[in-house]
């Protein structure tokens, strides 16, 4: 059982994630799509690790066959 002093800390720490992740990436961004590609790809990795572990393999392999997919569909152009 968490105690109340908890979630405020809990709620903080998200939002100072938050705020983190959306400061990278609009550094990304102004610096042109192809420095924005990491970051997000940083960040979808770092929603994959926080998955429960019975759920990792199966999103990192969706997440493989999606950009297969824009790979193949960038080629084709």
């Known amino acids: ?13 998200q ?3 938050a705020q983190h992740i ?6 990304a961004e102004a610096q042109g799509p192809v420095t924005t590609l990491p970051v997000a790809v ?3 990795r770092a929603v994959i690790a926080r ?6 393999a ?3 392999t969706k997440a493989v066959q999606l950009l297969d997919q824009l790979r193949q569909s960038i080629a084709d152009t």
């Open 22 to 27: 959306g400061d990278r990436r609009q550094a």
């Open 42 to 44: 940083d960040q979808l």
């Open 51 to 56: 998955l429960p572990e019975s759920q990792r």
């Open 15 to 17: 939002a100072r994630s």
């Open 58 to 60: 199966d999103a990192a």
């Open 1 to 13: 059982m968490t105690t109340r002093t908890r979630r405020p800390r809990h709620a903080a720490r």
